[in-house]
């Protein structure tokens, strides 16, 4: 056996065993080198056919496992910082919005989140303006059946960025850094939720009329 011949049967030990990987990452490390084994074995035996799909395959390899570096990279530094979603653009589509245009209505099924880029946007239920670089309808994701808990309605005309839940799931699977990421944005969200309604509570107990006079108003 000839030394080219044996790290032609390296590399095809190295394909089998990429498609027994269970994550992105290391499936692209094993391809790369698959691809660069089948690219010297087949320069050496004439194998064109090969030889041409490998060059193909290779640098398409490298650039996928040199962006998900990249955002495994960027979603350690943001689950140590605040909750921007900046590091997710690229995997996400830019839409322009209108004023008046509901972007999904309490009860709606969710499919899909967004991140505000330009304009003004409402929660209509609890009447809350969204600002510039906010994630809404992530909690849509969570919920047991995929349905909306309120009203997103464009104000004011701008652009948004969105992404399907199946792409979240994706990026979930391929990489265990980002789901731990979402589980993060999702409950600083419900605790935000949380404190908001307990603030409401306050407010509506500090208006009530104290109910001892009152009462004794009453029975005189």
């Not at 011949?5 to 499936?27: R, Y």
């Not at 701008?158 to 699977?173: A, K, T």
Request: aromatic share 10%.
């Amino acid at each position: 056996m000839t030394w080219f011949e044996a790290i032609g049967w390296f590399g095809a030990v190295l394909a089998v065993t990429g498609s027994a990987m269970k994550t992105i990452i290391p499936l692209r490390c094993i391809g790369i080198g698959a691809n660069i084994c089948s690219l010297i074995f087949s320069s050496f035996t004439g194998n064109y056919p090969s030889l041409v799909v490998n060059l193909i395959l290779l640098p398409l390899n490298s650039i996928r496992l040199y962006q998900m570096l990249g955002l495994i990279k960027r979603v350690k530094h943001a689950s140590k910082s605040d909750l921007s979603m900046e590091w997710l653009k690229p995997f996400m589509t830019r839409r322009k919005t209108t004023a008046g245009e509901v972007l999904f209505a309490k009860g709606d099924t969710a499919n899909c989140m967004y991140f505000t880029i330009s304009g003004r946007y409402r929660l209509k239920e609890i009447g809350i303006e969204l600002l510039q670089g906010q994630v809404v309808g992530e909690m849509g994701f969570m919920s047991p059946h995929n349905k909306r808990s309120q009203t997103l309605e464009c104000l004011e005309a701008g652009e948004v960025l969105s992404i399907s839940y199946d792409e979240v799931r994706q990026l979930y699977f391929q990489n265990p850094e980002f789901g731990f990421y979402f589980l993060r944005l999702a409950s600083e969200r419900l605790f935000s939720n949380m404190e908001k309604m307990e603030e409401e509570i306050a407010r509506l107990r500090a208006e009530l009329p104290d109910v001892a006079p009152v009462q004794k108003a009453a029975s005189a």
